[in-house]
Nanobody, 115 residues
Framework: QVQLVESGGGLVQPGGSLRLSCAASGSIFSINAMGWYRQAPGKERELVAKITRVGSTVYADSVKGRFTISENNAKNTVYLQMNSLKPEDTAVYYC?????????WGQGTQVTVSS
């Protein structure tokens, strides 16, 4: 089992920045990739960014150039730096960890971009 605890969400004005953190614990040796998904009201959950064990990254087209995913292996933590935030980035952001056979999810953190 893997446990994920997110932090860092909140309310920010358009053009502002936020950094989300996700701390993993438990069977972290089994994790092949970690990432962030988001779900806006009335929409399906979508991939925002992910990073693999070897450091490869993938981003949704809508966040390329604005968001950066990174990791601190010593702290078993993944970060999502979000810059130039737009109202359409408003959603609940979920941390995700994937092993060969399992997907694990955090509890979610609300990000609201509004003036």
């Amino acid at each position: 089992q893997v446990q994920l605890v997110e932090s860092g969400g909140g309310l920010v004005q358009p053009g502002g920045s936020l950094r989300l953190s996700c701390a993993a614990s438990g069977s972290i040796f089994s994790i092949n990739a970690m990432g962030w998904y988001r779900q806006a009201p009335g929409k399906e959950r979508e991939l925002v960014a992910k990073i693999t064990r070897v450091g490869s990254t993938v981003y949704a087209d809508s966040v390329k150039g604005r968001f950066t995913i990174s990791e601190n292996n010593a702290k078993n933590t993944v970060y999502l730096q979000m810059n130039s935030l737009k109202p359409e980035d408003t959603a609940v952001y979920y941390c995700n960890a994937a092993s060969l056979s399992m997907m694990y999810w955090g509890q979610g953190t609300q990000v609201t971009v509004s003036s």
